[in-house]
């Protein structure tokens, strides 16, 4: 089964309920599931005509419209995969993306917030044509919901024809058999290299994924997700197509503002959220401020990128009722591959891992092919179809990857709950072992965090011949005045001596990246400041 038919299945039952709510000019508009799916069928059929089909790439490079959900169903329906681009992706990662990627036509925002894609897009076909082989793509510019298309269609050639669909396009081709198991997503989440990694999955696990997701956080008709993220990453792409399975709707966010996503939530009954506890962090900051209604929040899941999560937590679950959770997931395995449940008391339901969401999907802890069974940390390797299944233009990363055996190595490392649950630790790479001991950098970082003048805590290691040695670096809260030794004595109070920090050092902006499903911080920056500031 694709994608599409379960949706239509879902469809069936209440054809005309809203499947998407997305801001207009002059506010907000609905589209129904019909609807939806009618489109979904019109640049289906224009796609066939065009003669795109099985094991083809299409470029989706625009925010989060309807029309975004639209191309990666119809691609999908004919055996082709998608892969998103970020649209503040520059022109270096446009042309890695043309080059590994190969797409046959690229979807491209027309007249977004005044970005020039189109100029970014020409000049890394520009550097693309300089690859054995490429042929520059097909290019389908698309207006914001209720503006009109481009009137110089031509003007968007780069070689390889340029075209509009929309309401017009006969619908589409229901004679076409349903496509084998095909790769049907790919993301774009940054990888070590500093360039988008296009981690590619097929259908089967996808489908299985999304109903997973849908399932674990408690969707239903009722239910409503503010999608912010964009559906390029993961995280984005998850959470919203999770929701519209489990027969939800989802509330669009092109661009997210932090005040428009907490009027959205205090005024439409948005009752899911996934978000990077930086971005939630702002709505709940504002909500706190203008005493704003929260309680139909019934679901929030959290990644941890900045220490905030428990925080947040504590506040949604004290002054909304929310049930609140930490989130676990890769571009490589998808987001919201776990949860934890009801039953698992805070704060450990706050912190990333917890129960995997698809029955199909194992894991195990390891140290290289050695599976550790007495409880303590290795890395977490996943077997299953959410794993991997290639990486776009370069077959060299699966062997590089997968162990022997056939597991996927994550690089992080976890702890096991039990046969089906483990509890996130840390990136392998930034563990650090103090005085003999392995320890998680953030499990300091989220101590110093309970600090009141403390808004952003964050530990890295500077490796030294004796071993390594752990430094702290906070933001602090307006108004709020501590300095780095009396943190060191917090942390003394409470922590074993070998987790004491040897320095903490107040700064007045965290160094961070904007990524595909939130802002995180840039701990490699960290650690070059921590080794220059110890000297």
Not at 449 to 471: C, L, S
Request: aromatic share 8%.
């Amino acid at each position: 089964m694709s994608v599409l038919s379960r949706l239509q299945g879902v469809a069936i039952s209440d054809p005309e309920g809203a499947a998407i709510v997305f801001p207009v000019r002059n506010g907000l508009a609905s589209m129904s599931r019909r609807e939806l799916i009618e489109g979904v069928l019109r640049l289906r059929r224009e796609l066939h005509e065009r003669g795109f089909g099985r094991g083809d790439c299409a470029a989706v490079w625009l925010p989060n419209w309807p029309s975004a959900l639209i191309w990666q169903l119809a691609v999908g329906s004919l055996g082709g995969h998608v892969i998103g681009i970020n649209t503040r992706y520059n022109v270096h990662e446009v042309t890695h993306v043309l080059t590994l990627a190969r797409p046959r036509v690229v979807s491209i925002a027309h007249d977004f917030v005044g970005l020039d894609l189109l100029g970014r897009l020409r000049e890394a076909a520009s550097h693309a044509r300089e690859s054995e082989g490429w042929q520059p793509p097909q290019v389908v510019p698309a207006s914001a919901p209720g503006e009109d298309p481009p009137e110089d269609v031509a003007g968007y050639y780069i070689g390889g024809g340029s075209w509009v669909w929309g309401p017009a396009s006969p619908l589409g081709l229901d004679e076409l058999p349903e496509p084998d198991d095909e790769l049907y997503v790919a993301f774009t989440t940054s990888g070590s290299t500093g360039l988008p990694k296009l981690a590619a999955h097929r259908q089967a696990g996808t489908l299985e994924q999304l109903l997973a997701t849908g399932w674990a956080i408690g969707a239903g008709p009722s239910s409503r997700l503010l999608a912010a993220l964009p559906f390029s990453g993961t995280f984005g792409f998850v959470a919203a197509f999770g929701m519209l399975l489990a027969g939800g709707s989802i509330v669009l966010q092109p661009s997210f503002k932090a005040q428009e996503a907490m009027r959205l939530v205090s005024e439409e009954g948005i009752t899911h959220v996934a978000f990077g506890d930086d971005m939630l962090g702002q709505v709940i900051e504002l909500a706190q401020a203008q005493n704003a209604d929260m309680s139909a929040l019934q679901w929030v899941g959290i990644a941890d990128f900045q220490g905030g999560a428990r925080r947040l937590a504590e506040w949604l679950e004290e002054h909304a009722g929310t049930h609140v959770t930490g989130l676990y997931g890769s571009s490589e395995t998808f987001a919201l591959l776990t949860t934890s449940g009801h039953k698992v008391p805070a704060p450990d339901r706050w912190l990333p891992g917890g129960t995997l969401t698809p029955s199909g999907l194992e894991y195990r802890i390891a140290d290289g092919e050695r599976v550790i069974t007495d409880g303590s940390e290795g890395e977490i390797q996943f077997r299953g179809p959410q794993a991997v299944d290639a990486y776009l233009g370069q077959p060299e990363k699966m062997a590089e990857n997968y162990t022997s055996d056939g597991w996927f190595r994550s690089g992080d490392l976890g702890r096991a709950l039990d046969e089906r649950s483990f509890r996130y630790v840390c990136r392998a790479s930034e563990a650090l072992r103090l005085k003999g001991f392995l320890v998680e950098p953030d499990e300091i970082a989220t101590h110093i965090a309970t600090h009141p003048a403390v808004e952003i805590a964050k530990v890295v290691g500077v490796r030294r011949d004796a071993g390594d040695e752990a430094v702290g670096f906070v933001t602090l809260r307006d108004g709020q005045q501590v300095d780095g030794d009396a943190l060191i004595s917090y942390c003394a109070d409470a922590l074993a001596k070998y987790k004491v920090p040897t320095a903490v050092y107040v700064i007045d902006e965290m160094p961070v990246t904007a990524g595909t499903n939130g802002v995180k911080i840039r701990a490699r920056v960290l650690q070059e400041w921590a080794a220059d500031r110890l000297g």
